[in-house]
């Protein structure tokens, strides 16, 4: 998660989940190559070489997705944008109706994830959907001096 654009009229924050992205492409092509070059001599290859490379592929498409929190003053208009490899969302809200953001935790020591939630007229809408180890302590203190809202944590 990063902050890439903070200034007095507009905060843009960032989750690509690249090394995810990275280590499944990895053990997709890995699972592949085992399973080709292992197994094809048994005449099994195929079943080997196939289930993993589909499973991995499902998973890159399931579970792979850029999420993108622009908030404008300008235009009082606040944005969740999601981009998946099935398409594009966007859950669109006043900026006035954003009182601030909250950190889940899930978790105990070293396995301790977060997760961003936005608080949006006294409800709770998610800006990430998994909880993860990078960067969301800072986008929600980002989000908060930005907004003007007082840090909170839950």
């Known amino acids: 998660m990063k902050i890439t654009q903070n200034t007095s009229d507009t ?3 960032d989750n690509t989940p690249w090394i995810f992205a990275a280590i499944l492409i990895a053990a997709v092509l890995f699972s592949t190559a085992m399973g080709f070059f292992v197994f094809a001599p048994l005449g099994e290859g195929l079943v080997f070489t196939l289930m993993p490379a589909i499973g991995g592929v499902l998973c890159f498409v399931f579970l792979v997705r850029r999420t993108q929190l622009v908030l404008d003053r300008r235009t009082d208009s ?3 944008r999601r981009r998946t490899v099935f398409g594009y969302a966007v859950d669109e809200f006043r900026l006035s109706a954003l009182q601030g953001a ?3 935790t899930e978790g ?3 396995s301790r994830r977060y997760r961003v939630v936005l608080d949006v007229d006294g409800s709770e809408r998610p800006f990430t959907m998994v909880y993860t180890g990078f ?3 800072d986008a929600v203190d980002a989000i908060n001096a930005w907004v003007g809202a007082s840090p909170s944590r839950a």
Request: charged share 20%; proline share 7%; hydrophobic share 45%.
């Open 102 to 104: 909250t950190l889940y």
């Open 11 to 13: 905060l843009v924050v």
């Open 135 to 137: 960067g969301p302590k």
């Open 108 to 110: 105990a020591g070293k």
């Open 78 to 80: 606040a944005e969740v």
